[in-house]
T-cell receptor, first 114, second 113 residues
Framework: ELKVEQNPLFLSMQEGKNYTIYCNYS?????LYWYRQDPGKSLESLFV???NGAVKQEGRLMASLDTKARLSTLHITAAVHDLSATYFC????WGGGATNKLIFGTGTLLAVQP | DSGVTQTPKHLITATGQRVTLRCSPR?????VYWYQQSLDQGLQFLIQ???????AKGNILERFSAQQFPDLHSELNLSSLELGDSALYFC????????????FGSGTRLTVV
């Protein structure tokens, strides 16, 4: 059974600090997504990582993918309060053609303290 | 507005009842996905449709069914509802060749009492 594990599950950090969220998965996949979810809201797509070694950056967030290690990271630089949210990674299981399943990790609740 | 429209936003119903959740994908997207989010199960993939055909199935209960219509909107039918079915149900869509769902709707919050 495919497992997608994130750690930590909860992260409390101070503004201005750096930290990394890890996403490990147990099956082969060349595509991984990161999403942000605010309380009671929908999922906002942050990054799509399409190949081994892919790195994408947007503002204070940077995501990377190592398909050989089956590991993705989401690095937060100089955190600000507005980044407080739950972050999910999701592994795309492609079944050929237009068939896709996205299997989500457990989520990391990030709380940035002033 | 993501372009994926879900109705209703909230639904309260009694155990044993049946409900229908509706989703209109973003314009041009042929794939529709349904997800269930609950505190104990997290985000669970239910089912995917592409241009009217079922393409992938996840942890969808037999009491649940879905379909995608010729105009590409989709409906998720939940029957014989139980308390444990209370959750946030998301619909998402994507275009062919763009991989999995990249645009999610705002969700339908289902409460079974």
């Amino acid at each position: 059974e495919l497992k997608v594990e994130q750690n930590p599950l909860f992260l409390s950090m101070q503004e201005g600090k750096n930290y990394t969220i890890y996403c490990n998965y147990s099956t082969t996949s060349d595509r991984l997504y990161w999403y942000r979810q605010d309380p009671g809201k929908s999922l906002e797509s942050l990054f799509v990582l399409l190949s081994n070694g892919a790195v994408k950056q947007e503002g204070r967030l940077m995501a990377s993918l190592d398909t050989k290690a089956r590991l993705s990271t989401l690095h937060i630089t100089a955190a600000v309060h507005d980044l407080s949210a739950t972050y999910f990674c999701a592994v795309d299981i492609w079944g050929g053609g237009a068939t896709n399943k996205l299997i989500f990790g457990t989520g990391t609740l990030l709380a940035v303290q002033p | 507005d993501s372009g994926v429209t879900q109705t209703p936003k909230h639904l309260i119903t009694a155990t044993g009842q049946r409900v229908t959740l509706r989703c209109s994908p973003r314009s041009g997207d042929l794939s529709v996905y349904w997800y269930q989010q609950s505190l104990d199960q997290g985000l669970q993939f239910l089912i995917q449709y592409y241009n009217g055909e079922e393409r992938a199935k996840g942890n969808i209960l037999e009491r649940f069914s879905a379909q995608q219509f010729p105009d590409l909107h989709s409906e998720l039918n939940l029957s014989s509802l139980e308390l444990g079915d209370s959750a946030l149900y998301f619909c998402a869509s994507s275009a062919y060749g763009q991989g999995g769902p990249n645009t999610f709707g705002s969700g339908t919050r289902l409460t079974v009492v």
